[in-house]
């Protein structure tokens, strides 16, 4: 069994293009008054929220009915393609991965409508962990209740 691999999910939202990469590119802090399992988050070192590198933010979240916590920082923001790419570390996540990266990407699709994919690149610590497949549920439930928020914005 690979130790390490990579999921993805992509939903179709009904939000206009550019809102749903505005939110999670420069408004990550409000995801916790959006998402239902998103249950608290900080800043835990650092001054601005959406520094690349420069700032880490401390999750706590319902994975799978469990409150789960990690620490969160930015790898990178790509404003022409509407990506975002965040490194998880620490807390619940150590315990089973090595390596936990999500990259978030708005997609303007040819039909007109916006789709946002979630990428999940994963190593885990030893045979015996699943690979993360809660979190393609999880990226889903949460890109619905952001999508829902953004309609009526």
Known sequence: MALSGKLSIEIVMH?????FFNLVSKSLHQVQNICERVHHTKLHQGEDWHSIGGSVKHWTYVMDGKVTTCKETIE????????????????????QYKVLKVTIQEIDNSNGSVSAKWTLEYEKI??????PYSYMEYFDKCTKEMDAHLLKA
Request: charged share 30%; proline share 3%; hydrophobic share 30%.
């Open 76 to 95: 990178s923001i790509d404003e022409k393609n509407k990506t975002i790419k965040f490194n998880l570390f620490d807390g619940d996540i150590s315990q």
């Open 126 to 131: 030893n045979d015996n962990v699943e690979a």
């Open 15 to 19: 939000a206009p293009a550019g809102k």
